[in-house]
């Protein structure tokens, strides 16, 4: 599973870039707000670091709107990924945008039917949102297994990202779950890291081999 970064803060993406652990990261209107600044001027300092793709998302809720703001944000930096919310006129520009060869992410999923549309309307990526289903105590890790299973069983190239992701259950569940991709914030991140374990384990080693030195 590659880990993208759930974020608009560039900071916070060199950071983990540093880490090597970092493959591509998601926005959204809500996340780019948070960084105070306008997507045209963070996208591409976002863009610069990572190796993977950048979702930025489009703010128009009709098909012909949805694909000018495309068109506007694919020429700001080549690896940026549309993302699309899972609307019927978000359908219809995942498809005009295929024939552009734009990739897109269509976001906001929450059930196997939508992720079957957004996959034949063209999607690059599907992301269920599997967080807010846990808000609402729905069952969010079968809808991953689900769509995952039902993808491979059609042979369906349309890659999983598990999205709204809030602690590391989140993320080892969907690992399990066979998400190609898990999208996750800082926060998380940085408790993944972190095992009381690690630190106690570390703390005797350098005290024994500080022993070796007297
Ligand atoms: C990423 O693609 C989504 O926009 C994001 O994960 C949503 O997360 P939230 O449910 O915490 O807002």
Same mark, same amino acid.
């Not at 979702?55 to 020429?75: D, F, R, Y």
């Not at 993808?151 to 399990?176: D, P, Q, W």
């Given at each position: 599973?590659?880990?993208?970064? =759930?974020?608009?803060?560039?900071?916070?993406?060199?950071?983990?870039? =540093?880490?090597?652990?970092?493959?591509?990261?998601?926005?959204?209107?809500? !996340?780019?707000?948070?960084?105070?600044?306008?997507?045209?001027?963070?996208?591409? %300092?976002?863009?610069?670091?990572?190796?993977?793709?950048?979702?930025?998302?489009?703010?128009?809720?009709?098909?012909?709107? #949805?694909?000018? %703001? $495309?068109?506007? !944000?694919?020429?700001?930096?080549?690896?940026?990924?549309?993302?699309?919310?899972?609307? $019927?006129?978000?359908?219809?520009?995942?498809?005009?945008?295929?024939?552009?060869?734009?990739?897109?992410?269509?976001? !906001?999923?929450?059930?196997?039917?939508?992720?079957? !549309?957004?996959?034949?309307?063209?999607?690059?990526?599907?992301?269920?949102?599997?967080?807010?289903?846990?808000?609402?105590?729905? =069952?969010?890790?079968?809808?991953?297994?689900?769509?995952?299973?039902?993808?491979?069983?059609?042979?369906?190239?349309? %890659?999983?990202?598990?999205?709204?992701?809030?602690?590391?259950?989140?993320?080892?569940?969907?690992?399990?779950?066979?998400?190609?991709?898990?999208?996750?914030?800082?926060?998380?991140?940085?408790? #993944?890291?972190?095992?009381?374990?690690?630190?106690?384990?570390?703390?005797?080693?350098?005290? =024994?081999?500080?022993?070796?030195?007297?």
């Amino acid at each position: 599973m590659k880990i993208f970064m =759930d974020t608009g803060n560039v900071e916070e993406i060199e950071k983990f870039v =540093d880490w090597g652990v970092v493959y591509g990261v998601t926005t959204n209107p809500s !996340l780019i707000a948070k960084s105070g600044r306008i997507q045209e001027e963070v996208i591409p %300092e976002i863009a610069a670091p990572v190796k993977g793709t950048v979702s930025a998302e489009v703010i128009s809720t009709v098909c012909a709107g #949805m694909v000018k %703001e $495309a068109e506007k !944000l694919s020429k700001i930096v080549g690896n940026v990924v549309i993302k699309i919310p899972c609307i $019927a006129e978000g359908l219809k520009a995942v498809r005009v945008l295929r024939g552009m060869c734009i990739k897109t992410n269509v976001t !906001l999923v929450f059930s196997m039917g939508q992720a079957l !549309l957004a996959a034949r309307a063209g999607a690059t990526y599907v992301s269920p949102f599997i967080g807010r289903l846990d808000d609402i105590v729905e =069952d969010w890790v079968k809808l991953v297994e689900n769509i995952v299973k039902a993808f491979k069983i059609y042979g369906i190239e349309t %890659e999983v990202i598990a999205a709204s992701i809030r602690n590391i259950e989140h993320v080892e569940r969907v690992m399990l779950a066979g998400a190609q991709i898990a999208t996750i914030p800082t926060k998380v991140l940085e408790a #993944m890291i972190k095992h009381p374990l690690t630190d106690k384990g570390l703390e005797q080693f350098l005290a =024994d081999y500080g022993s070796t030195m007297k």
